[in-house]
């Protein structure tokens, strides 16, 4: 039996923006309609972050837009929500955040045999001159594909 997971939400610009050093699986506590908003791919990690308070992960500025089918029940666009992972995990993440200056970023929600799951990331930022040197290489490499392509 293969797990089954599909992706909803995924945040491509982390990958430009942060050097990934390691990426954690996370769970995330949803309230009804927001799962339906996500699966109907409602939603943006474009500004989110992780961050650790009181011993507990907690999923910042990412966007899940209101479903369109819920009434006065709705979600609140913008709130906090609680990613569940297991309390030594938690605390290697704050412990490499504060001590060696990374980052906590996540990189995608999605679907796995029916539960939402967050991909987080311990990252470190990329400075503008590494960012350069990546579009560089990668500018570079589809020139060679192209002479490979013509000849």
């Known amino acids: 039996m293969g797990e089954k997971t599909k992706e909803l ?5 982390a990958r430009f923006d942060f050097e990934i050093i390691e990426t954690f699986e996370t769970g995330i506590a949803l309230v009804g309609t927001e799962i339906k908003s996500l699966r109907e791919n409602g939603g943006s990690l474009q500004e989110a972050y992780v961050k650790v308070e009181n011993n507990e992960l907690w999923l910042v500025a990412c966007t899940i837009a209101p479903y369109k089918f819920g009434n006065i029940n709705n979600h609140e666009e913008k709130r906090m929500r609680k990613l ?9 993440l704050k412990k490499a955040s504060q001590e060696k200056g990374l980052t ?30 990546v579009i560089k290489e990668r500018d570079e490499k589809r020139r060679i594909q192209r002479m490979m392509k013509n000849d």
Do not use: F, T
């Not at 569940?84 to 290697?92: G, R, T």
């Open 9 to 13: 939400v995924s945040n491509r610009r």
């Open 84 to 92: 569940l992972m297991h309390k030594n995990e938690i605390k290697k």
């Open 104 to 133: 906590i970023v996540p990189l995608s929600i999605y679907l796995k045999n029916g539960r939402a799951k967050v991909k987080i990331a311990l990252a470190k930022g990329k400075k503008s001159h590494d960012k350069r040197a």
